[in-house]
Nanobody
Framework: QVQLVESGGGLVQTGGSLRLSCVVSGSIYIISSMNWYRQDPGKQRELVAGISRGGSTNYADSVKGRFTISRDNAKKTVYLQMNSLNPEDTAVYYC??????????????WGQGTQVTVDS
């Protein structure tokens, strides 16, 4: 029922910028945190950035000062503005949403992933 639709990935030159978007659709009780993960082929998925419902943010050290995560609670959308991209940022980026249901149980939802490629 719940789906995460991502957009904004693509090919960019070193030093360029991209803005990823993830829209949550379907029935959901309340969205807690919204996050972005990334994964290179054969590598472990890592947390890039996260944002709480109240707007508190968390970033991986490798992207601090370059990436900005934001959310629009009314639109149920999370964004990732990526600046000063370098080849090490090349990965599939996944939207991740943490839901609290009416019993306060934790549910997680994943997007399909969007490819970000940064050339040298």
């Amino acid at each position: 029922q719940v789906q995460l639709v991502e957009s904004g990935g693509g090919l960019v030159q070193t030093g360029g910028s991209l803005r990823l978007s993830c829209v949550v659709s379907g029935s959901i009780y309340i969205i807690s945190s919204m996050n972005w993960y990334r994964q290179d082929p054969g590598k472990q998925r890592e947390l890039v950035a996260g944002i709480s419902r109240g707007g508190s943010t968390n970033y991986a050290d490798s992207v601090k000062g370059r990436f900005t995560i934001s959310r629009d609670n009314a639109k149920k959308t999370v964004y990732l503005q990526m600046n000063s991209l370098n080849p090490e940022d090349t990965a599939v980026y996944y939207c991740h949403v943490v839901e609290r249901d009416h019993n306060a149980a934790v549910l997680v939802h994943w997007g399909q992933g969007t490819q970000v490629t940064v050339d040298s």
